[in-house]
């Protein structure tokens, strides 16, 4: 199946543009470990989300141990939710293989953030997994986004606005998505207008500040569709006590109706 076909199925099935961000962080979880921390997220929002998006980081900085959670973490998922390796990959054309091959072949993930700032044959690597996502960094919600991504050439064009039109350009199999922030707002909105179709990686709500009625009116395409929210803090760790993952689930569910109804406003 490709991995657009899986995000519109499970979106429609739990009704949802909500992704959560699997993002473990030892100093902000209760005293368990990463994997129990991980299966109890996952089994109490799993009928909530659109997508699980683990940020590699958090793993690889606990080495062969930190991996062999990620691991067992994608296995416990449900196998009919997609799971977006966030690396944000992006080298030569020959490392670009390998990186391809480790996310989308060795530990299966459905789709992955990759860098274009090397530009195309960095990209393409990943693209020619035509069942896999690809998603493009175009505006992200760092504020350090603007020492770059806002730079203009002599036609008054900023560069995340070129990132989107390569985009078009190459999503020749229909797999490619970007990845915007929510803090951007009306950068969202342009690119929602150059790529009306493609799926957009929304992250920057909830710590980071995003406005959701925003994300939500500029996000999504004209079917309510195609846009994912991710989310990670202010889910994960609602709670530091036992009852944390009824705490996860409780905001997820809030901010997964809230969503809706947002939708419901815009799409009739």
């Known amino acids: 199946m490709k991995f657009v076909d899986k995000l519109l199925e ?6 949802s543009l909500l992704c959560i961000g699997l993002d473990p962080d030892p ?6 470990g990463l994997l129990e921390f991980n299966k109890a997220i996952v089994d109490a929002t799993a009928d909530l989300v659109c997508a699980y998006k683990p940020n590699l980081a958090f793993y690889e900085a606990l080495g062969i141990d930190g991996l062999i959670v990620l ?3 994608i296995e416990h998922i449900p196998s009919h939710i997609p799971i977006i390796a966030d690396g944000k990959r992006g080298d030569i054309g020959n490392t670009a293989k390998a990186y391809a091959k480790a996310l989308f072949l060795t530990f299966d993930f459905d789709a992955a953030t990759v860098s274009p700032y090397l530009g195309f044959d960095s990209v393409e690597p990943f693209i020619e997994y035509k069942d896999k996502g690809v998603f493009v960094l175009c505006r992200t919600s760092n504020p350090g986004a603007v020492d770059f991504q806002n730079l203009t050439n002599d036609q008054g ?3 995340y606005e070129m990132v989107a039109r390569k985009a078009r350009e190459w999503n020749v199999s229909g797999n490619i998505g970007l990845v915007v922030g929510a803090t951007y707002a009306e950068e969202l909105k342009t690119v929602r207008q150059l790529c009306p179709e493609m799926p957009l990686l929304i992250p920057g709500i909830g710590a980071q500040g995003g406005d959701l009625a925003s994300t939500v009116k500029y996000g999504v395409d004209a079917q309510g569709e195609n846009a994912i929210i991710a989310v990670s803090r202010q889910i994960l760790y609602a709670s530091r006590g036992k009852d944390f993952a009824q705490a996860a689930r409780n905001n997820a569910l809030e901010l997964r109706d809230n969503i809706n109804n947002l939708v419901s406003q815009i799409v009739r």
């Open 10 to 15: 499970a979106s429609s099935l739990n009704d």
């Open 27 to 32: 100093t902000l979880m209760p005293k368990i």
């Open 71 to 73: 691991q067992m973490t």
């Open 157 to 159: 064009i900023p560069l």
